[in-house]
C-alpha cells in the first residue's frame, strides 16, 4: 500500500525470459572474445603480403567496434520492465482534484504537414475523456500560415458537435477522419449506431471538404476572413520567416458560453505563431515548445502537459488518465517528471518495408531503459510535470499531493490575454534568460527532445515508459526510402552531437544518473560513428575476394566456430526478439537491410555533418518529413516496393555498394565452378558467403537499377555512376 494506505496507481513487473537472454548475452560475449584472441594470434606477419596486412587491421579494428556496440546496447536488455497502471482507482481517489492538462500540438508546413492532417490530431486531443474545464490545447504553428489558423477554427466549431458524440458512445479513436475510415457503416455495427453517426460524418466531410479546397486555393477568400478577426493579423505578416506574434483564444474555456450542442463546457484552444524575424535564430520545434510553455502558463497554466507531433494523433481517449496514474501515485509519484509513450503508426505496411517501425527499441531497449533509470524523452507523446520543464531540481520538498481544486478564474478577458501573450512569445522575450539553457527545452541540437530529457534526468526526477494495450499515439512514417534516410540523418546526427558535447551521458550524467542509464543511451548516441566499421565490412572483404586475399579462417579449422557462432546466435536472437513483438519474419528481413542502408548513408552523413559542424564549416539545419505522398508513391508503399525515384547521394552510395558485391560474389561463384579442385577457394569461404548475403539484401536495389521501368525506379544517372565506380574499384581490386 501507498503512504496514506491506498493501493498504488500504478505496478511494476519484471519482463520474462531474461534468464535465457543473460545465457545467449554470455555465450555470444565468450564467443567474441574467441574471435579477438583468432584476430590477434593469426596477424599477418611483417613480411607477409602488406594488403592482407592492413585488410586485416582493418578488419579486426571493425570487429573491435561491433563488439563493444554490441556490449553496451546489452545494458538496455538486462532487466526489462513492464508498468501497468489502476485507473479506476484513480478516479475513485482524485476524480474532483485532477490537475490541469495543457496539451500542445506542433505543426511547421502546411504543404508537407497538411492542415485537415493537423486539426484530426487537435480533435483528437480534445476529446479525451477528462474534464473538459481542466483541459485546454494549443497549436503552435511555426509556418505562420493563415490556412492552418482557417483549419483550426473550423474545427473548434466542428468540436461543438463532435465531442458530445465522442462522450455519449465512447467511441476509439477519437480522430475523425481515423474514426470514419475504420468504422463501417451503422447498419453493419453491432449494435448499430443511431442517427447521429449519418450527420456527424456529413458535417466532417463539408468541413474536410471546405478545408482541402481553400488548402488546394493557397489563400482565404474574402469571406471567410470576414469570420474571424483573427484573419487581420495576417495582415501585418511580410512572410513566413518575418512576421509578429498571433495568439488567438478560438475557445475560451473560462467563458459560460464556450459549450457543445449539449450545453457541456468546451476545452480550451489556442492559436499560437510565435514571432519570427530573419536576424533571429528561432530553433526550430525547441523554441516552439518554450513559446508555448510560457504562453500556456498564461492562460491555463496546466500542471500537467502533454506534447503531441501533428501528424501523431490520440488513439486512446484514456491516455491522460494512464499518465496521472504515475503522477499522482502517492508512493512514487513525486519522483516523476515526465512519462513517454511508444510513437507507434497507422500507415505501416504488413513487413515495415524500410523498418521504420523500430519494433525491438520500443518493446525492450525502452523498457530496459525504464529499469535503468527512466526512458530518454523522444519529442511526442509525452506527458511532463510543468516545473521539470521549467528547469526545477528534484528534491524532498517536490514530494507534495495534487489536492488542490483547478483554478480557472483568471480576471483579464481572452482579448488582453492574446495581447499580453504576444510578448511571451516574441524574438526578444528570451534573451538574457535561461531559456534554452536550463529552462524549457535546450537549444543547440538536432534532437532536442533526448538532451531536455537527459538533463532532467540529471537534475534528480525519474521517468516512466508506459506501454498501454491500447496504443496511445498513432502517426504516420515516411513511405519513401530517401525520406527515411534523411530522418535518420538527423536523428543520428543529433545523437552524435550530444555525445560528442559536454552532454555525453558519461560527462553530463556522471553522478547524477545510474551508470547502467548512462550506457543504455549510448548504442543511439553512436549510431553515427558505426557508419566506419559497417562500411569496411561491406567493401573490403569483397574486394580482397577479388585478389584472393583470405580474412577468415579456412572452412575446415575449428576457428569458424566462434565466427559462426556469434552471427549465428545473434541473429537467432534477433529474430526471435522480432517475432515475440509481433513481427513477421520479412519484416525482420526488411528491418537488417534499413540497418545496413542506414550505416552506409544515414549515419555516414550524419558523422561528416557533425564533425564540420564541430570545426565550423557548417551550421545547424532541421528538416521536416513530410507527411503526404502521391497516388503512385502511396501504391507502390502499399505493394511493399522500394521507393527511389529521385537521384541522391546517398542512392549513389546505396547503389554503388550493391554494384561492388555482385561483380565479387559473380567472380567468386566463377571461380569456385571453374576451380572445384582449388582448396586456397576455402579459406575464402566465409568472405564468399558474406559477399552473398549481401547481394541477397540488395536484391530490391537491382530491381529498382535494371528491371522496374515505373517511376520509383532507380534514377539512370544513379546507375551510370554506380555501375562505373564499382567497375573501377574491382579493377583497382584486380590489378
Known sequence: MGKEGNFPLFETKV????????????????????????RAIHFPAANGQVLRRWAWMGLFLSELWFSLYWFVSQFSRWNPIHRYTFKDRLSQRYEKVLPGVDAFVCTADPTIEPPIMVINTVLSVMAYNYPSHKLSVYLSDDGGSDLTFYALLEASRFSELWLPFCREFKIEPRSPAAYFSSTPQPNDCNPPMPPDWFSVKKAYEDMENRIETTTRLGRISEEIRKEHKGFLEWEYAATRQNH?????????????????????????????????????????????????????????????????????????????????????????????????????YNNLTRNDLYGTNMRVIKTV???????????????????????????????????????????RENRESASVLEESCKVLASCTYEENTQWGKEMGLKYGCAVEDIITGLSIQCRGWKSIYCRPERNGFLGVVPTTLLQSLVQHKRWSEGHFQIFLSRHCPFVYGHKKIPLNLQFSYSP?????????????????????LL????????????????????????????????????????????????????????????????????????????????????????????????????????????????????????????????????????????????????????????????????????????????????LLACAIALY
Not at 577457394?681 to 529498382?704: D, F
Open 244 to 344: 509578429p506574434s498571433i495568439v488567438e483564444i478560438l475557445i475560451d474555456g473560462r467563458d459560460g458560453k464556450a459549450v457543445d450542442v449539449e450545453g457541456q463546457p468546451l476545452p480550451t484552444l489556442v492559436y499560437l505563431a510565435r514571432e519570427k524575424r530573419p536576424q533571429y535564430h528561432h530553433n526550430f520545434k525547441a523554441g516552439a515548445m518554450n513559446s508555448l510553455i510560457r504562453v500556456s502558463s498564461k492562460i491555463s497554466n496546466g500542471s500537467i502537459i502533454l506534447n503531441v507531433d501533428c501528424d501523431m494523433y490520440s488513439n486512446n481517449s484514456e491516455i491522460v488518465r494512464d499518465a496521472l496514474c504515475f503522477f499522482m501515485d502517492e508512493e512514487k509519484g513525486h519522483e516523476i517528471a515526465y512519462v513517454q509513450f511508444p510513437q507507434n
Open 547 to 726: 585478389g584472393r586475399v583470405s580474412l577468415f579462417p579456412e572452412i575446415s579449422s575449428l576457428w569458424i566456430l566462434p565466427f559462426a557462432y556469434v552471427v549465428v546466435a545473434k541473429y537467432s536472437y534477433s529474430l526471435g526478439e522480432f517475432l515475440c513483438s509481433d513481427g513477421t519474419i520479412q519484416g525482420w528481413w526488411n528491418e537488417q537491410r534499413a540497418w545496413v542502408y542506414r550505416r552506409t548513408t544515414s549515419y555516414l552523413f550524419a558523422f561528416l555533418d557533425t564533425i564540420l559542424k564541430l570545426l565550423g564549416f557548417v551550421e545547424l539545419s532541421f528538416v521536416i518529413t513530410a507527411k503526404v505522398s502521391d497516388e503512385d508513391v502511396s501504391r507502390r508503399y502499399e505493394q511493399e516496393v522500394m521507393e527511389f525515384g529521385s537521384p541522391s547521394p546517398m542512392f549513389t552510395i546505396l547503389a554503388t555498394l550493391a554494384m561492388l558485391n555482385l561483380l565479387c560474389f559473380v567472380w567468386s561463384v566463377q571461380r569456385v565452378v571453374v576451380d572445384v579442385q582449388d582448396r586456397a577457394l576455402e579459406s575464402l569461404a566465409l568472405q564468399i558467403i558474406l559477399c552473398g548475403v549481401l547481394v541477397l539484401i540488395n536484391l530490391p536495389l537491382y530491381q529498382g537499377l535494371f528491371f522496374r521501368k515505373d517511376k520509383g525506379a532507380m534514377p539512370t544517372s544513379v546507375t551510370y555512376k554506380s555501375v562505373t565506380l564499382a
Open 365 to 407: 531497449e525502452f523498457p530496459g531503459m525504464d529499469a535503468c533509470g527512466g526512458p530518454c524523452y523522444v519529442g511526442s507523446g509525452c506527458f511532463h510535470r510543468r516545473e521539470t520543464l521549467c528547469g526545477m531540481k528534484y528534491s524532498k520538498e517536490c514530494e507534495r499531493g495534487w489536492k488542490r481544486e483547478y483554478d
Open 15 to 38: 519482463a520474462k525470459g531474461r534468464n535465457l537472454f543473460r545465457c545467449y548475452a554470455a555465450s555470444v560475449f565468450v564467443g567474441i572474445i574467441f574471435i579477438c584472441v583468432y
Open 524 to 544: 543511439y548516441s553512436l549510431w553515427a560513428s558505426t557508419c566506419l566499421a559497417t562500411l569496411y565490412y561491406v567493401t573490403v572483404p569483397p574486394l580482397c
